[in-house]
Every structure is written in C-alpha cells, then in structure tokens.
C-alpha cells in the first residue's frame, strides 16, 4: 500500500468561470484565467487499501460520512477505471487556509486530491491530464494544478477541458489581498448558483461574449506586466459575474453590507493615487490587487478600517508538488 502525498496551492479567477455546459462532464460554459496563490493550500494523502470496505475520507482531523464524501469517492472512482486499482482508498487531507478565513478550499482541495489519487494508483500522468482528473471534483481545481496565471480551456468534451498555463513563474511584482468580511459557508453553493445564472439570468448569452473579449485582452496585459489594464478587466468581470446573480430569478447576491464599504475602500485608495483593483468569487469577501510597492499602504488602509487579522496578503504561488 503506497501512500503519496500531493500539495496544490488555491487560485483566485481574474476571468471567471460561471457556467457549466455539462454537470456530469463538468464542462464550463465559458474559458476562465486565473492567478494560483501562495498563501492557501492543501495537503492530501492517499492509499489505497485492500482491507476497506469504502473510501475512508478525512479532512482536517475529522472523518466525513459518506453521504458527504460523495464528491471524493466520484474522483477516486475515475481515478479507479483508469487505472483498474479496485480498492478503496484512505484520504487525508489538511487544509493550509488561515483559519476561518473563509476562503474556497475547493480548488487545491480537489487538486490535490486528483494528484495524489492518480500517483498512489500507479498512473503516470501529465499535469495536463491531472488537471482534466481535477476538474471532475470542482470545476475551479483544473486551474490549481499549475502555478501562476492559467487558462482553464472550456473544451468540447473530456479530453479538451484542460488547464494551460499562461505564465508559471511569476516575477511581476504584484500582489493579492485577501479581505475576509465573513469566513461562514457560502449560503447558494457554486453549483446552484452558476446553473440559476445560466438558466434564468437573461444577461447569460452578454457574459460569455463578455469573457470571450476579457480573455482575449487580459491575455496579452498580464504577459506584458500592464497592470492599469489586468486592473480594469479583473474588477469589470467580477461585476459582470455578480451582475449575473442580480439578474437571476429568484434574484440574490453573495455581497453583504461590508462588501459594498470595502468596495468603495478600494475605488477611494485609487482615487487617492495608490492603484489597486477588487475582485470578488460566490462569496463577500474582497480580494485586492496590488502592485508591491502599494502593498503596505493597501493593508494599512484596510487593517484600520476593518481588522489587521482580516487581511491576508498572497503572492502568486506555484503548481502540484508531490511531497
Ligand atoms: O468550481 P467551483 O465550484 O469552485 O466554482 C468556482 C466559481 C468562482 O470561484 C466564483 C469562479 C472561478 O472561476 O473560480
């Protein structure tokens, strides 16, 4: 019984995924790009043993039940057809996310899993095969498998749904932070809230044309370290996301009252000189890019209006490691 040991890092979209096309293949509606963190990651440990009689799942010290490892148990039973392993696995996993910081762990979550599954199952594949295993946990997991900005590919089908990646070593000096207004549980899950998007929202068919142009311009701005231009589209797009949620029916909002006061934080930092740009995912909390030499004045102004221990400053962070 070999256990291996993976680590992936979470990653913040830039260009969201908000859509899926196929629950079942877990196809996007769109492409999406985003900036793999250094600050958020997860470890996860996987053996396969012949004396199971299910997948044992354990995340953070605690053991799931397997009503609530079902997500787990579909990655590992991929992972089982294609590479004709028949046992039942041990998963454990640790998140490496400050605590309560309620930041998504399902993107280096699944990473990481997809990465140790397939190594302790004796195949031998590409990342950019793990990163196809990842989506099928979590769409934003394609991402997390390599570092630095990465395109998750929509793809038409199974084998073209995959993660490229744009820049792997970063050595623009910018920065990301995180503002946790509230570390609770998202209340509409993605999932939920992407397929009401999709099917009600009458503004669906202007976002993917939005992502579409976003794509194609912030592509060029992040290569060419432009960061006026990778400012503006990051921040305009996460809007248009959340528009999405508005122009849902039933309509409903991740924002909460501090979101809207963090939110003119940042648009007063930048009216006062100091350039920074907001982007937010399926919950309120802010994260804020920045260029490194605004990073202490960005973190003061937020630690004095909110807490010091609300904000959380990552870097771009790297790809799968197995440990
Ligand atoms: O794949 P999920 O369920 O983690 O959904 C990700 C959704 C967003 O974080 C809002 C956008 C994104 O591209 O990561």
């Given at each position: 019984m070999t256990a291996v040991t993976a680590r992936a890092h979470t990653n913040i979209a830039l260009v969201k995924y908000w859509g899926?096309?196929?629950t079942e293949l877990m196809l996007p509606q769109t492409s999406s790009l985003s900036l793999t963190l250094d600050q958020f990651y997860t470890d996860t440990t996987v053996s396969f043993d012949d004396s199971l009689t299910s997948d044992d799942v354990v995340i953070n010290d605690q053991r799931l039940a397997p009503a609530a490892s079902v997500k787990v148990s579909h990655v590992l039973d991929l992972v089982r057809q294609q590479s004709g392993e028949t046992r039942f696995a041990h998963v454990a996993s640790m998140n490496h996310?400050?605590?309560?910081?309620?930041?998504?762990s399902s993107a280096s979550a699944f990473a990481a899993l997809a990465g140790a599954a397939s190594r302790a199952a004796g195949l031998n594949q590409s990342r950019t095969e793990l990163s196809r295993l990842a989506r099928r946990g979590?769409?934003?997991?394609?991402?997390?498998?390599?570092?630095?900005f990465v395109k998750?590919?929509?793809?038409?089908d199974d084998a073209s749904s995959v993660a490229i990646p744009i820049?792997?070593?970063?050595?623009?000096?910018i920065a990301m932070v995180a503002l946790v207004l509230d570390p609770h549980h998202k209340k509409v899950s993605s999932t939920q809230g992407m397929q009401s998007s999709v099917t009600t929202s009458p503004y669906y068919p202007a976002w993917k044309q939005v992502v579409a142009e976003d794509l194609a311009a912030i592509t060029p701005a992040i290569l060419a370290q432009d960061f006026t231009t990778t400012g503006e589209i990051l921040e305009a797009n996460a809007m248009r996301m959340h528009a999405l949620t508005l122009s849902a029916n039933p309509p409903y909002s991740y924002f909460n009252g501090e979101t809207l006061a963090a939110i003119a934080t940042v648009q007063a930092l930048r009216d006062s000189g100091i350039a920074c740009y907001y982007t937010l995912d399926a919950g309120p909390n802010l994260k804020v890019f920045c260029q490194e030499k605004d990073l202490g004045a960005v973190t003061t102004r937020l630690a004095s209006q909110f807490?010091?221990?609300q904000v959380i400053v990552a870097h771009p962070g790297p790809g799968i490691a197995f440990l």
């Open positions: 899926k096309a196929d996310v400050p605590t309560s910081a309620g930041l998504a979590s769409g934003s997991a394609t991402r997390s498998i390599f570092g630095g998750w590919q929509a793809g038409t820049q792997e070593d970063v050595t623009w000096p807490s010091a221990d």
